[in-house]
């Protein structure tokens, strides 16, 4: 099985470091095998059409953003 491809897409802010340490803590609790990026650069973010962060986009698809969630639901978006 190949790791879920997951990335923190943010500017390094307090909420964006807090979230990539909740999906790896979150992964880690879960067994999930995981490789995580964190990317922090502005011209990606606007050619991702990132408008709020922190966002995460798991298997290059964007399935949050503008906050962190709880752990619950920071669970099912890492293993849908």
Do not use: F, H, Q, W
């Amino acid at each position: 099985m190949t790791a879920r491809r997951i990335r923190v897409l943010g500017t390094d802010c307090p909420a964006c470091r807090r979230l990539a340490g909740l999906v790896r803590e979150t992964a880690e609790e879960t067994g999930l095998d995981y490789d995580l990026k964190e990317v922090n650069d502005l011209e990606e973010l606007a050619r991702l059409g990132i408008l709020s962060v922190p966002a995460l986009e798991v298997e290059g698809k964007i399935v949050l953003s503008g906050r962190v969630p709880p752990k619950p639901e920071l669970k099912e978006l890492l293993e849908n």
